[in-house]
């Protein structure tokens, strides 16, 4: 007689076999759609195995959606081997929330592309005002009707709502630009590699340079001298920008401050608060130093003496307009009738500077 396991044995198969062939007669009598269906279900699960029964990966959003949607075509629950039916059937819900919520997108419609970023510019360039103001902007002078809570909606993610009482510091130097100067440093080194330092003082009004020197050695003593130089005693300054540099210490702040010009340090690390002088540092790099190599101070000297009057009498400027930081009183004012034609007894007369780098054009008289 054979053992009592190897019987055992044999009946299990044979059950197995049993059970596996109703299996495949189920399979053969489903529709091919529920077939493909479950088999693409299956595989989707066992993907997610790795060899030597390692624990499987967790699934994805995509993957998710895709299982709920494939077990709408079969009975899922048989076929089901990862997770629960209660995640499956949480993964359900989840589902038809997010799709009820795509469905349900109507809602008010939006403000016209225009109207949206007049919005957002109002709350840039004012920063005293709040989504109140503004609506009541709209709806009082422009005729938009709209609700703070509708500026809310389009307000910038990164401008927090709220009511300032002060004002920026870029408004505050536009506001007293005629009253304000600002000065700043620029390094040169010479055709031995020495290092020449340029103190530049401007008005940031007019866009008017009131003074430019060189030194080695940028002492206290040295920078409240340029100050006093460059200042008149009848001027009508009233605030002097500066950056954190060591030159500007305590000493020159307080002796310029006796010139009548109280002291404003920039922020640390903000080359944008003293932007104007940092543009005219920059424009004199690229017009005049980066073409030039200083001999020696006194050479350095000289040409931004020719530089600087260049730039104080010949040089436009479009934020003036365009117009000249100081204008000449003799350029003729006389109305052209014809844009594109020279008047009448007027020839164009061209002067060099710095030896041809640059060159200024006017209107002279005719000889006779």
């Known amino acids: 007689m054979m053992p009592f396991r190897a019987v055992s044995r044999l009946l299990y198969i044979g059950v197995k076999f049993f059970f596996e062939g109703l299996s495949f007669l189920r399979l053969m009598a489903s529709s091919k759609g529920s077939l ?17 029964k ?18 709408k075509l079969f009975d899922w629950k048989n076929a089901l081997v990862n997770v629960k039916p209660e995640t499956f059937i949480g993964w359900h819900k989840q589902a038809f ?26 709350a840039v360039n004012n920063p005293t005002w709040g989504q109140e103001r503004i609506a009541d902007e709209l709806s009082l002078k422009l005729g938009i009707l709209v609700s703070p809570r509708t500026v809310r909606n389009y307000w910038p993610h990164d401008l927090v709502p709220r009511c300032v009482r002060g004002q920026r510091w870029k408004t505050f130097v536009r506001n007293h630009a005629n009253v304000v100067i600002a000065c700043d440093f620029a390094a040169v080194v010479t055709a031995r590699f020495r290092v020449l330092y ?13 003074h430019c020197n060189v030194t080695s050695h940028p002492t206290a003593l040295w920078t409240v001298q340029q100050f006093r ?24 702040d307080e002796a310029v401050e006796g010139l009548g010009l109280q002291a404003l340090r920039t922020p640390v690390r903000a080359p944008q608060a003293n932007a104007y002088c940092e543009r005219l540092v920059g424009t004199i790099r690229r017009e005049c130093l980066d073409f030039m190599i200083a001999l020696s101070e006194k ?7 020719e530089w600087v009057t260049h730039y104080n009498f010949g040089r436009p400027h479009r934020s003036l307009g365009p117009g ?22 007027w020839n164009i007369v061209t002067r060099s500077v710095l030896r041809g780098l640059h060159h200024e054009y006017r209107l002279g008289k005719a000889a006779a």
């Open 198 to 210: 340029v103190l530049v003082i401007m008005e940031v009004g007019r866009r008017r340079i009131l």
């Open 97 to 122: 929330r997010l799709f009820w919520c795509w469905k349900s997108q109507g809602g008010r419609p939006r403000l016209p592309k225009g109207i949206r970023r007049l919005i957002l510019e109002m």
């Open 36 to 52: 493909a269906a479950e088999v693409l279900f299956l595989r989707k699960q066992l993907a997610f195995y790795q060899e030597r």
């Open 324 to 345: 000249l930081p100081i204008p000449d009183p003799e350029l003729p004012r006389t109305p052209q009738p014809n844009c594109h034609q020279l008047p009448e007894g």
């Open 299 to 305: 050479y350095l000297r000289r040409i931004l003496r």
């Open 54 to 71: 390692i624990k499987p990966r967790r699934f994805n959003d995509s993957t998710r959606v895709l299982l709920v949607l494939l077990g």
């Open 229 to 252: 130089e460059a200042i008149a005693s009848d001027h009508t300054y009233r605030f002097r920008i500066h950056d954190r540099d060591s030159i500007f210490s305590q000493q020159v």
